[in-house]
């Protein structure tokens, strides 16, 4: 099997995600949109042929903002392309704001910025298989979705999961470990709301985060078993 994964910032690593993937014998292309040397946007994507799997991470960037179009808009159509392929897509935080924007949704700015351990109420029709939590999020911003598209799982800021066909969004970071995060507040300390400190988010985690990490484990399995035709249990 074969996978692409797109990173929108070098600190926007697939981390856990990818780490598991490679596990079950998964052998992953990763695509960087943004150099941290100020290089301009690499939107020269791989062709799709011979792809098994396209995941999307993310980003600092918010969606709707014109300065970062110009890198946004082919990365939409590459989804779009994929859908068109029924090709399994799975996008996560700003991958999965790209892929409701795809599917003939919207990315607007959500009332609060929702940010550490979450749970999330899922849908009965994949409870089963995707935890409550916890989970890590980091988000500013939150989709509105299409009456088409299916949502298994939100909080009560924002929807949390979504699918349609076989693609499926995530709000939440299932990637998510303490080294990954400490470059985000290292990177982006003007997106941490008032009042909480780097040290208080990265010390929060560590209690959720080796449970988190198990959920993750569960949630690869679902996607690929559930997305990526012969993608069931396999280990490396």
């Known amino acids: 099997m074969r996978a692409l994964v797109i990173c929108h910032e070098e600190a926007a690593a697939p981390a856990v995600i990818g780490r598991l993937l490679v596990e079950r014998g998964v052998d992953v292309t990763q695509h960087v949109v943004l150099r941290a040397d100020g290089s301009p946007p690499d939107t020269g994507f791989p062709a799709l042929d011979g792809f098994d799997l396209v995941l999307s991470f993310g980003s600092f960037a ?5 300065s970062v179009r110009a890198w946004v808009d082919p990365e939409v159509a590459l989804i779009r392309s994929a859908l068109e392929r029924e090709l399994p897509f799975v996008g996560v935080c700003f991958g999965g704001q790209l892929l409701a924007e795809a599917l003939g949704g919207r990315v607007e700015r959500a009332p609060v910025t929702e940010i550490g351990a979450v749970r999330i109420e899922v849908a009965d029709t994949v409870a089963d298989a995707v935890p409550a939590g916890p989970w890590f999020t980091w988000h500013e911003d939150r989709v509105v979705l299409p009456d088409d598209v299916e949502v298994l799982g939100r909080t009560d800021v924002a929807v949390q999961l979504f699918r349609r066909g076989r693609a499926v969004g995530l709000q939440f970071h299932p990637e998510a470990e303490h ?3 400490a470059g985000w507040a290292a990177m982006g300390p003007d997106h941490l709301p ?3 400190s780097r040290e208080a988010l990265l ?6 985060e080796a449970r988190a990490h198990e959920n993750c484990d569960r949630l690869v399995g679902w996607l ?3 997305l990526v035709p012969g993608g069931g249990p396999r280990q490396a």
């Open 62 to 66: 918010n969606a709707y903002d014109a």
């Open 179 to 181: 080294d990954l995060i």
């Open 194 to 196: 008032d009042g909480l």
């Open 203 to 208: 010390d929060g985690w560590k209690v959720d």
């Open 224 to 226: 690929l078993s559930t």
